[in-house]
């Protein structure tokens, strides 16, 4: 479960290329206050980096 978002943005790059990459990054908090860093593609499917 998210408890904070200490930070969010978005990455547009490789559109030049067939396979484009267009994300919305957050820096998130989860309980127990563990960070991690999740990110929305533009489908609309979420994912945790690394």
Known sequence: ???????SWRVQDRWWTDEPVDRSYFDVVLE???????????????????
């Open 1 to 7: 479960m998210v408890v904070a978002v200490r930070d």
């Open 32 to 50: 127990p206050g563990r960070p991690a860093l999740i990110y929305r593609e533009t489908s609309g499917e979420w994912f945790m980096h690394g």
